[in-house]
């Protein structure tokens, strides 16, 4: 169930590489040449250049997304993003052992608080990964099992993003603490792709092309 969650994800965000390949292709009218994306590592993150080829703005925009989805359906990410009252682990994204619960404000309940175990920096002989003012993310930004163009349209609103506006969106994916640990995620785990600069990066020139939602695929 779980990993099928993942799997949906992850699914989504190959062949919706695919479109945006296939789409610039067309767009291209007398032009045969294909405006492909570089072929980048599972480590690695495209910059907001790669893009300049997809001439578009709005396609542009979502292509855009499409590649900072590949941090935020990261398990690094999602893990503190469940859809569910339970945080996930390690790259299976298994349900967290010890079993603990989000509480009232998001951050355990009473004698389970997530900071009687999460400290403000990883704890390497215990394996615990800690960064400052750990908690689960609200259940209004749940992104396990969600689609891409819907973690999108969430992202976007206020009702269901913390009251943020885009540019504090950009400036929380280039700067907050909790999204920084996904590059520094301690023992044995590994980080999500790129570096929190070059997510900020993919952000910013989002906003700027109009930060528009990917189209749900077939
Ligand atoms: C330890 C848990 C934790 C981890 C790990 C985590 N987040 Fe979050 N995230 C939160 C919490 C808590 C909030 C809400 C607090 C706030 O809005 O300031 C949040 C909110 C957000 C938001 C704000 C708006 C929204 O709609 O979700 C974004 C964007 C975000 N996180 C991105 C990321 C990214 C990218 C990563 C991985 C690189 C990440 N987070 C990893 C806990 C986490
Ligand atoms: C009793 C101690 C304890 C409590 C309480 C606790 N955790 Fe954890 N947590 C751990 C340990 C230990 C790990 C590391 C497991 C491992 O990878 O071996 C962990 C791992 C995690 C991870 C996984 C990171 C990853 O990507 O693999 C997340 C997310 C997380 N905890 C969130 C929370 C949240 C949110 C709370 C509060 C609702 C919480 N934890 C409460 C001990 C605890």
């Not at 994916?173 to 590059?183: R, T, Y």
């Amino acid at each position: 169930m779980r990993n099928r969650a993942r799997d949906v994800s992850r699914k989504w965000l190959v062949l919706s590489a695919l479109a945006v390949v296939a789409a610039s292709a067309c767009a291209g009218g007398t032009d045969p040449k294909p405006a492909a994306l570089r072929a980048v590592g599972p480590n690695e993150l495209r910059a907001p250049s790669d893009f300049a080829g997809i001439e578009d703005e709005a396609e542009r925009s979502r292509a855009l997304f499409v590649e900072a989805a590949r941090v935020l359906t990261h398990p690094r990410c999602i893990n503190c993003h469940p859809n569910g009252d339970v945080p996930h682990q390690r790259d299976e994204m298994e349900l967290h052992d010890p079993p603990v619960l989000r509480g009232p404000d998001d951050h355990g309940v009473v004698g389970m608080e997530c900071t009687s175990c999460h400290q403000d920096q990883n704890q390497p002989l215990t394996r615990v990964p800690g960064a400052p003012k750990w908690a689960l993310a609200p259940i209004e930004m749940a992104w396990v099992g969600k689609s891409v163009p819907a973690i999108c349209e969430q992202l976007k609103d206020p009702k269901r993003n913390g009251g943020k506006s885009l540019a504090q969106i950009v400036e929380h994916n280039a700067h907050d603490p909790l999204v920084a640990w996904g590059w520094s995620p301690g023992a044995d785990r590994s980080p999500a792709p790129g570096t929190q600069a070059q997510l900020g990066a993919l952000f910013a020139a989002w906003l700027e092309t109009g930060a528009h939602c990917p189209k749900e695929g077939p």
